[in-house]
């Protein structure tokens, strides 16, 4: 029940902050004129006090009689506190009672639960008022209502408490994706991947050394395949030399 009393007392803290939570709903049409009028009336109102002035009430006149009365009260702290506390309940129960009055002059009490929850939400609270109703039936049931009722309903008209929590215009992908990534922790380099990146770093320099080398190394190739080549041809002229030399000499003789 405190909870509750903290809720209202939290939301409904004056009549200009009343107006501004309940008008979106009376604009869309949840929110009957009647019952905006009447929640505006009421809920900023006196009663919200009442639990302390019961408080302060009771314990001034416990404290007044253990005062007076002094030499037949064995406990006069006990007293007060007792009456204080006592007090701040009945206070309490006065002031759910006026709660009660304000829910049966309403015009459509299942509209203004919705018109709460609505209210929570505007408020940047997660968590529902009333868990244990079944919301958006309850929101169907009323539009429909409304709409057989021939009044007029806004658009706008909805249950924020369905609504997905705000994301300031960024979806949770979006924010991933735009938050830079944390650079990983580097191990150190072991021997051999050092001796590894060194001969990738070298791999394309070459020395004036190297290039002699490597010019010399084709040559001698490039001239070892054409003696390769030639040798064959040579071997073949000179047996067809040695014929016509042997022809000659059988010819003379």
């Known amino acids: 029940m405190s909870l509750a009393k903290s809720w209202f007392d939290h939301a409904f803290r004056d009549r200009a902050a009343t107006e501004q939570l ?42 007044l009689a253990t005062f007076r009365y002094r030499s037949r009260v064995r406990f006069p702290t006990t007293v007060v506190t007792v009456s204080a506390v006592s007090g701040y309940g009945i206070g309490l129960w006065h002031y759910f009672r006026f709660h009660r009055q304000f829910a049966r002059e309403l015009e ?24 244990q109703l079944d919301e958006r039936k309850m929101f169907e049931t009323i539009m429909k209502r409304k709409q057989e009722n021939g009044e007029v309903l806004s658009d706008g008209a909805e249950l924020l408490a369905d609504a997905d929590p705000p994301t300031d215009g960024v979806a949770p992908s979006d924010a991933i994706r735009a938050s830079p990534a944390k650079d990983a922790p580097t191990r150190p380099k072991s021997t051999w991947e050092a001796i590894r ?31 390769s080549i030639e040798d064959p041809r040579a071997q073949a002229q000179k047996e067809f030399d040695a014929i016509l030399e042997a022809e000659r000499k059988a010819a003379r003789g």
Do not use: C, M
Request: hydrophobic share 35%; glycine share 8%.
């Open 22 to 63: 309940l008008r979106p709903d009376l604009e869309s049409g949840l929110l009957s004129q009647h019952d905006y009028q009447l929640a505006v009336d009421f809920l900023p109102g006196y009663h919200r006090y009442l639990p302390y002035i019961h408080t302060a009430l009771w314990g001034a006149l416990a404290g």
């Open 108 to 131: 459509d009490r299942q509209a203004f639960l919705l018109v709460l929850e609505n209210v929570n939400k505007r408020l940047g609270n997660q968590s529902t008022l009333f868990p």
């Open 197 to 227: 990146e060194a001969n990738a770093q070298n791999a394309g320099k070459h020395s004036s050394w190297d290039e002699l080398r490597q010019r010399h190394e084709r040559r001698r190739v490039s001239d070892s395949g054409r003696e």
